[in-house]
Nanobody, 124 residues
Framework: QVQLVESGGGLVQAGGSLRLSCAAS????????MGWFRQAPGKERDFVAT????????YYADSVKGRFTVSRDDAKSTVYLQMNSLKPEDTAVYYC?????????????????WGQGTQVTVSS
């Protein structure tokens, strides 16, 4: 089992930055691919970014490429999402997710564990 707890969300002006953290508990974190997803009100949960078990492979949604960076610190069992140049359309609840496997994926259906989410609101 893996438990995930996100933090770092908040209210920020357009153009600003936030760093989300996702603390994981469980023995399998270091061998798990991790992902970030987001869900705006009335919309489906969308893929944002994913990182492989060793951090060597990452992949981003086109909408955040060049602005967001995903990273992980296995010593702290934590995955991060650095968000720069934020836009109002980035407003959503952001979720951290973990796979049982080491391979990255953009599909939310491939993730086995989910955090409770953290709200990010970007004002114009």
């Amino acid at each position: 089992q893996v438990q995930l707890v996100e933090s770092g969300g908040g209210l920020v002006q357009a153009g600003g930055s936030l760093r989300l953290s996702c603390a994981a508990s469980g023995r399998t974190f270091s061998t798990s691919a991790m992902g970030w997803f987001r869900q705006a009100p009335g919309k489906e949960r969308d893929f944002v970014a994913t990182i492989s078990w060793n951090g060597r492979s990452t992949y981003y949604a086109d909408s955040v490429k060049g602005r967001f960076t995903v990273s992980r610190d296995d010593a702290k069992s934590t995955v991060y999402l650095q968000m720069n140049s934020l836009k109002p359309e980035d407003t959503a609840v952001y979720y951290c997710a973990a796979r049982r496997t080491a391979i990255i994926s953009q599909s939310l259906h491939d993730y086995d564990y989910w955090g409770q989410g953290t709200q990010v609101t970007v004002s114009s």
